[in-house]
C-alpha cells in the first residue's frame, strides 16, 4: 500500500472552495489523467484516467461528507484507493485543503513509477492546478451541500 498526503492554500473562503470541489464532474478540468467522472448518485462515481499509459475505469463511494469540512471515500471496484480531503478555515479569505490517499499500485510499472514519487507529484500538481481553477473564477460552478455520514 502506497500514501500520499498533500495541501495548498487557496484564496477564496472555505464554503466557495467546498462547494467547487463537490462538483465532482468537473475534475478532469484541473486532475491530470482523469478522462471522465461521472456521479451515479449521491454516493458513487464513476472515474475513467489515463494512468501510466493505460486506461483504467473504476467505481469510488463517499464514505463521509461533511460541508466545509470533509469527503472520505473508498474504490469499489478498480485498483484499490481511498482517502479523505478536508477544508481548513485559515480566514475568511483563505482554505488550506489538504488531501490524503492511499493506493495499491498494480504490476511494475506503476510501483516503479511510486517509488519514484510520481503519484505525489501528480497529487501535488492536481491541487495546485484545482487552486488556480477556483481563484480564476472567484465563484464556484455548483454546490452540493448534502452530509453522509458512515
Known sequence: ?????????????????????????????????VEEVRQLDDKRLQWRAEIMGREETW???????IPDKRIAWHSLSGAHNAGVVTFHYLDEHT??????????????IEKAGDLLGFVSRRVEGDLKRFKEFIEERGAETGAWRGTIKQ
Open 95 to 108: 482554505t488550506r485543503v489538504m488531501l490524503q490517499m492511499e493506493y495499491e499500485p498494480e504490476g511494475p
Open 1 to 33: 500500500m502506497a500514501s500520499a498526503e498533500k495541501s495548498i492554500d487557496i484564496n477564496l473562503p472555505v464554503r466557495t472552495v467546498y462547494n467547487q470541489w463537490t462538483q465532482f464532474e468537473q475534475f478532469p478540468h484541473f486532475m491530470e489523467g
Open 59 to 65: 467505481t469510488a463511494e463517499i464514505d463521509e461528507q
